[in-house]
């Protein structure tokens, strides 16, 4: 077990070590799990080992239970043969063999059990090593949803100083007077350049809108009671001439002063 106390304690410093470096996470956890199979190539070459020991143990325990065994064969030979002396120390040589198997039978179950162990232990590790390879692509997703909410809180939390919108507004208002300024250069272009004919035709057709516009001016005055309906009236009637403007004049400053229209 204390193959396995060994790769925990330099696990544990590896990751103690990634994680004081404040790495990225991503990169930290791929990191931590390529330490942790490199952790279990080696438990595995050390497991191999044990394991290799137990069969070598299996090996000369039978090994001597077999020369036991032939030395046992050649007393009874000896014994046969009225070889009394020879069998004795034939049973000698089968005793030593018997003990010595014994001994390493011994040694070989007690090492099997600690070799069941550690192949427990492997498995142990490996099965963490699956799970933590499975966790890590939620980890994964956690941090980047985490960073996702975060840059989203500093965009808003930057939003909220007005700084972005007021430079939008900024620019709205920067077009529209660039249209204004547009809108005026075309008046002037249309009004001061071309022909000059089709001009005075076009402030024609705008004093016909003028006119329009002092006949509704009239309706409203008559509506307030500024105005008598006579003098409605003749005041529609003469609309659009060019003493339309004069005479509303006069017929306020009559209604002011307390006279009759003219």
């Known amino acids: 077990m204390g193959i396995f106390d060994r790769f925990s304690t330099l696990l544990r410093s590896n990751i103690n070590d990634l994680i004081s470096r404040a790495e990225d996470p991503e990169k930290m956890l791929n990191q931590i799990l390529v330490d942790m199979r490199s952790q279990l190539v080696k438990a595995k070459q050390q497991v191999a080992t044990a394991i290799a020991d137990e069969k070598r143990l299996r090996d000369q325990a039978d090994a001597e239970y077999r020369q036991a065994q032939d030395w046992e064969n050649k007393a009874m030979l000896a014994v046969k043969e009225g070889r009394d002396d020879l069998a004795k120390q034939a049973l000698l040589r089968h005793g030593e063999h018997l003990q010595h198997g014994q001994q390493l039978e011994e040694t070989w179950q007690s090492h ?9 232990s492997l498995r142990d590790l490996n099965d963490k090593i699956e799970e933590a390879k499975r966790k890590k692509n939620l980890l994964v997703a956690r941090q980047r949803r985490a960073q996702a909410q975060k840059r989203i809180a500093e965009t808003m939390s930057s939003m909220s100083e007005k700084s972005a919108f007021d430079a939008f ?3 709205e208002e920067r077009i ?12 002037i272009e249309e009004e001061f350049s071309g022909d000059t004919l089709a001009n005075q035709f076009k402030q024609l057709e705008r004093g016909a809108t003028a006119g329009t516009v002092d006949t509704q001016l009239l309706a409203l005055k008559q509506k ?11 005041k529609q009637l003469g ?3 060019s003493s339309d403007e004069e005479t509303v004049n006069a017929e306020i400053e009559d209604q002011s002063s307390g006279q009759k229209p003219r």
């Open 169 to 171: 507004a900024r620019m």
């Open 176 to 187: 529209e007077a660039n249209e204004r300024q547009l809108k005026a250069s075309v008046e």
């Open 112 to 120: 099997r059990a600690e070799t069941e162990k550690l192949k427990n």
């Open 224 to 234: 307030m009671g500024m105005l008598s309906a006579g003098s409605a009236q003749k």
């Open 239 to 241: 609309a659009g001439s």
